[in-house]
């Protein structure tokens, strides 16, 4: 579950954050919190309610198929903000922010239909056998957002860097950050994918999937609160410059009216 130190810090550490950003936050957090619940109900319904009975382990608990939409809206809220981030690095470049946004919301669209046919199947092996591609695609799709938000990311933070020789410091840690971030949340949806496709008969996906949605929050809650770190950072040092966009809430090289 996400941190409530992490929640409470990105909130209310930073009382000239904008409302909608502080929305998200709290929409995080709610997100996150129901989707433990679920994740607890599930475990009780395999391993409490149906203790011993392996003829229902191939069963879908209607919580199960919940987990999956939830993750989908949290991991969809984020990869937005990160488009939000890259579209404001662009200069508004439209053609570098779409693709995310698009990508972004066929995942959304695969895990909805991934959810309803679970619920209506009710079955491991006739979902498999009718839509194992859907669930694959909300996978895949969500691995190559990371992927671009991570590449567009970086080359507009190496841009950034050799704008301002004297923030080297301070960007070199943003790009290495926006790297682990990106690189785990992608390696783990990866992961989950591999074994959905080579581990057909056990549910090794599925507990790895639940931990999806952790890795989203948090590499979100991590950025912001990143931000007082890397203020103190640039004071130690003495330096002038601002941060850069990839952490909002604060000054960039960009004009003020830039920013949303």
Same mark, same amino acid.
């Given at each position: 579950?996400?941190?409530?130190?992490?929640?409470?810090?990105?909130?209310?550490?930073?009382?000239?954050?904008?409302?909608?950003?502080?929305?998200?936050?709290?929409?995080?957090?709610?997100?996150?919190?129901?989707?433990?619940?679920?994740?607890?109900?599930?475990?009780?319904?395999?391993?409490?309610?149906?203790?011993?009975?392996?003829?229902?382990?191939?069963?879908?608990?209607?919580?199960?198929?919940?987990?999956?939409?939830?993750?989908?809206?949290?991991?969809?809220?984020?990869?937005?903000?990160?488009?939000?981030?890259?579209?404001?690095?662009?200069?508004?470049?439209?053609?570098?922010? &779409?693709?995310?946004? #698009?990508?972004?919301? $066929? %995942?959304?669209?695969? !895990?909805?239909?991934?959810?309803?046919?679970?619920?209506? *199947?009710?079955?491991?092996?006739?979902?498999?056998?009718?839509?194992?591609?859907?669930?694959?695609?909300?996978?895949?799709?969500?691995?190559?957002?990371?992927?671009?938000?991570?590449?567009?990311?970086?080359?507009?933070?190496?841009?950034?860097?050799?704008?301002?020789?004297?923030?080297?410091?301070?960007?070199?840690?943003?790009?290495?950050?926006?790297?682990?971030?990106?690189?785990?949340?992608?390696?783990?949806?990866?992961?989950?994918?591999?074994?959905?496709?080579?581990?057909?008969?056990?549910?090794?996906?599925?507990?790895?999937?639940?931990?999806?949605?952790?890795?989203?929050?948090?590499?979100?809650? &991590?950025?912001?609160? #990143?931000?007082?770190? $890397? %203020?103190?950072?640039? !004071?130690?040092?003495?330096?002038?410059?601002?941060?850069? *966009?990839?952490?909002?809430?604060?000054?960039?090289?960009?004009?003020?009216?830039?920013?949303?």
């Amino acid at each position: 579950m996400v941190s409530v130190p992490a929640t409470y810090g990105a909130i209310l550490l930073y009382p000239t954050d904008l409302a909608w950003r502080k929305a998200i936050v709290a929409v995080i957090w709610s997100l996150d919190s129901i989707h433990t619940a679920l994740v607890g109900a599930s475990i009780w319904i395999y391993l409490i309610q149906n203790f011993g009975d392996t003829s229902k382990i191939n069963d879908i608990p209607v919580t199960v198929a919940m987990t999956i939409a939830l993750t989908a809206i949290l991991t969809f809220i984020v990869h937005c903000f990160f488009a939000h981030r890259i579209h404001k690095l662009s200069r508004c470049d439209w053609r570098i922010s &779409a693709p995310i946004l #698009a990508f972004a919301f $066929l %995942r959304l669209c695969s !895990a909805s239909i991934t959810t309803a046919e679970m619920i209506h *199947l009710k079955t491991f092996s006739e979902f498999k056998q009718e839509f194992r591609w859907i669930f694959t695609l909300g996978l895949a799709l969500s691995s190559l957002v990371d992927i671009l938000i991570a590449i567009f990311l970086c080359y507009s933070l190496q841009t950034t860097r050799k704008a301002a020789s004297s923030m080297d410091y301070i960007v070199n840690s943003v790009i290495l950050y926006t790297l682990e971030n990106n690189s785990l949340t992608s390696a783990a949806t990866v992961i989950s994918m591999v074994c959905w496709l080579v581990m057909p008969t056990n549910l090794i996906f599925m507990g790895l999937h639940f931990v999806i949605s952790k890795l989203y929050a948090n590499s979100l809650l &991590a950025t912001l609160n #990143a931000r007082k770190q $890397l %203020r103190q950072e640039r !004071a130690q040092r003495g330096l002038s410059g601002e941060l850069p *966009l990839a952490f909002p809430g604060l000054a960039t090289r960009f004009p003020i009216s830039q920013m949303a």
